[in-house]
Nanobody, 116 residues
Framework: VEIVESGGGLVEPGGSLTLSCTTS????????INWYRQAPEKEREKVAYITPSASFTQYWGSAEGRFTVSRDNVKNTAYLHMERLTPEDTGVYYC??????????WGKGTLVTVSS
């Protein structure tokens, strides 16, 4: 199983960014995808979830109304589009899925820095 996040970088407050989560090694369209973030010196927190067929999405905290999670089951890739970013959105963003008995699988994350 391989999960690779990308698309992070430096963005100004108020800006937008889209992260990608590219996967391999499992049947992507059978599993939901979670997005988490970990701000400096804070615990990792879930920000978004999408079901295998993309029929349902859920957001937590400040992500609601600003972030949009999506997926392309042909490309085995999930996305997190983020708008109206603030410095509080700074952190490492991780993609995660739970593969039954194989348990949770994580990527190494991609760093998002919101700063002027």
């Amino acid at each position: 199983v391989e999960i690779v996040e990308s698309g992070g970088g430096l963005v100004e407050p108020g800006g937008s960014l889209t992260l990608s989560c590219t996967t391999s090694g499992f049947t992507f369209d059978l599993f939901g995808i979670n997005w988490y973030r970990q701000a400096p010196e804070k615990e990792r927190e879930k920000v978004a979830y999408i079901t295998p067929s993309a029929s349902f999405t859920q957001y937590w905290g400040s992500a609601e109304g600003r972030f949009t999670v999506s997926r392309d089951n042909v490309k085995n890739t999930a996305y997190l589009h983020m708008e109206r970013l603030t410095p509080e959105d700074t952190g490492v963003y991780y993609c995660n899925t739970i593969l039954g008995t194989r348990g949770p699988q994580w990527g190494k994350g991609t760093l998002v820095t919101v700063s002027s």
